[in-house]
């Protein structure tokens, strides 16, 4: 198959009242397809994964898509997207704290890289707080600078442990011991 074919498949399982924050609808995806923009056409199509549940087999098509047009970036986020229609999404407001409050000294990489502890408010047998793993990924940025503030995605490596977190609930960032950031959970939402 093709990536017109992929794309066009794709387009075919979004809701026609799906619109992402720009207004962006699948009409719009159909228009760009319709002039041969497939690399806009599949920004635009993986865009649009708000307001409904697209299923794992939609991102599979926009990750063969990606992958036939040697686009790694739109494959990483494509992954990380099935990944959350599996599990849940867990998005926050970060803020890293600065080097001189203790915390790390480089940016976060902004594309799942990292894989940071976190204090979920849990406690061990013993009474020590149980860090759990999940990797980050930056939104909107390719990169989260020391001391700065945004918005993150969280992919948990035990996503079941996180289920119980609500919007505005707040979670410490650790490497190590040490805290290195704090977020305020902005979204949580179980798998389908």
Same mark, same amino acid.
Not at 7 to 19: E, I, K, N, S, Y
Not at 70 to 80: E, I
Not at 136 to 160: F, I, N, T
């Given at each position: 198959?093709?990536?017109?074919d %992929?794309?066009?498949?794709?387009?075919?399982?979004?809701?026609?009242?799906?619109?992402? &924050?720009?207004g962006?609808t699948?009409?719009?995806?159909?228009?760009?397809?319709? =002039?041969?923009?497939?690399? *806009?056409a599949?920004?635009? %199509?993986?865009?649009?994964? #708000?307001g409904?549940r697209? +299923?794992?087999?939609w991102?599979?098509?926009?990750?063969?898509?990606a992958?036939?047009?040697?686009?790694?970036?739109a494959?990483?986020w494509?992954r990380? @997207? !099935?990944?959350?229609?599996? =599990?849940?999404?867990?998005?926050? &407001?970060l803020r890293?704290?600065?080097?001189?409050? @203790?915390? !790390?000294r #480089?940016?976060?990489? @902004?594309? @799942?890289?990292?894989? +940071?502890?976190?204090?979920?408010?849990r406690?061990t /047998?013993?009474?020590?707080?149980?860090?759990?793993?999940a990797? *980050?990924?930056v939104?909107?940025a390719?990169?989260?600078?020391?001391?700065?503030? $945004?918005?993150v995605r %969280? $992919? +948990?490596l035990s996503? /079941?442990?996180?289920? =119980?977190?609500?919007?505005g609930?707040t979670? #410490?960032m650790h &490497?190590?011991? +040490?805290?290195?950031? #704090?977020?305020?959970?902005? &979204?949580?939402?179980? /798998?389908?």
């Amino acid at each position: 198959m093709d990536v017109a074919d %992929l794309l066009v498949r794709a387009a075919a399982m979004v809701p026609v009242d799906a619109v992402n &924050e720009a207004g962006v609808t699948v009409m719009d995806v159909r228009e760009y397809l319709d =002039h041969g923009e497939w690399e *806009v056409a599949l920004g635009l %199509l993986a865009d649009l994964d #708000t307001g409904w549940r697209p +299923p794992t087999v939609w991102w599979d098509l926009l990750i063969d898509s990606a992958e036939l047009m040697w686009l790694s970036d739109a494959v990483k986020w494509c992954r990380w @997207g !099935r990944w959350e229609s599996i =599990h849940g999404i867990v998005r926050a &407001e970060l803020r890293l704290l600065l080097p001189s409050e @203790g915390g !790390r000294r #480089t940016p976060i990489p @902004g594309k @799942g890289i990292l894989r +940071p502890l976190w204090d979920l408010g849990r406690r061990t /047998a013993e009474g020590d707080p149980d860090l759990l793993v999940a990797r *980050v990924w930056v939104e909107s940025a390719p990169a989260l600078s020391p001391g700065a503030s $945004g918005s993150v995605r %969280l $992919g +948990p490596l035990s996503p /079941a442990l996180w289920r =119980h977190l609500q919007p505005g609930m707040t979670i #410490t960032m650790h &490497e190590g011991r +040490p805290v290195v950031g #704090t977020a305020t959970i902005i &979204e949580a939402s179980n /798998a389908a």
